[in-house]
């Protein structure tokens, strides 16, 4: 199956995002202020950090130690109904695999009678399912603190704009929505006259000479090239909008409680300059008096 240029971007952009998200839960913020560097070397661990452990998951999901968010949604993406376990609601995982196994026995039902559609809305009614499943796990994960950084992002991944709704950064909503809004706008409109050009294109050059169009096959080319472009742009856009409120929500967790002073103070007091390589150059100065200013904000 050959790939468009727009499919390519879209699996990059998503690759990357997923990339960046599912290890959300190596807490970045935590071991960057207790990492050593003089550890003995025959001790230490290997510095690249295990970005999934299967035995970390099925240990917690045998409830023997404790999960990070991160780690229960990348493990539960595969593993269907680890969240469940995970959250002892063990009631919802008959109703989830009864969800995803019907709807993929009825897509594979009607695409084996040709009824595309309905086998189409099946396998969709499937995903969703699976997706409940997901959005279940992280609302029903009880982290320590408010806001959890893991929990913002997952949100974020699985509904744009979620996570900055759990910031309580609620105005941050509309300008999301509305930037991925005109981004699928504007694919929409160009993915048409994309589609026009090209038909135009294939009717102007078509061996039985029956196109009579105002336009020439050069220009139709010429606009199917750059519509296309102009789509491939669009959905490049959507994407970074997308992939970038996913961050938004990750970064703003973090820094919740970040408190910012409008307050400015200076303060200036005497101070006492001593200098500072006396001792190497054994040389002999005197102290000179000096003020310190010092600013707070």
Known sequence: MRLSRGQILVFLIVALALGSVVPSYAQFRDPAFSQQYNND??????????????????????????????????????????????????????????GIG????????????????????????????????????????????YPSA????????????????????????????????????????????FQRFRGIYIDATDSAGTYDGPITADQALYYRNIYRRYRDYALLATCAVYVLQIIDANVFSYMHNFEVNDDLSMSISPTVIMPQFQMASNTLSSPAAGLRIGFSF
């Open 41 to 98: 070397p025959a001790t230490a661990a290997d510095s690249t950090e295990k970005l999934f452990s299967f035995k970390e998951y099925f240990g917690g999901l045998g409830h023997k130690n404790e999960l990070k968010v991160g780690t229960l949604f990348a493990g539960s993406a595969v593993f269907i109904g680890g969240n469940q376990i995970y959250n002892k609601q063990y009631w919802k995982l008959p109703i989830i695999y009864a």
């Open 102 to 145: 019907t709807g993929l026995g009825l897509g594979f039902h009607y695409r084996s009678q040709g009824n595309s559609t309905a086998a189409a809305l099946s396998f969709a009614g499937a995903g969703l399912v699976w997706w409940g499943s997901m959005m279940d796990g992280v609302i029903c994960y009880k982290p320590d603190d």
């Open 150 to 193: 893991g929990k913002a992002t997952l949100y974020s991944l699985l509904v744009p704009g979620l996570g900055q709704v759990y910031n309580k950064e609620y105005w941050k909503v509309p300008l999301y929505w509305g930037m991925m809004a005109a981004g699928l706008h504007f694919y929409s409109d160009f993915s048409k006259n």
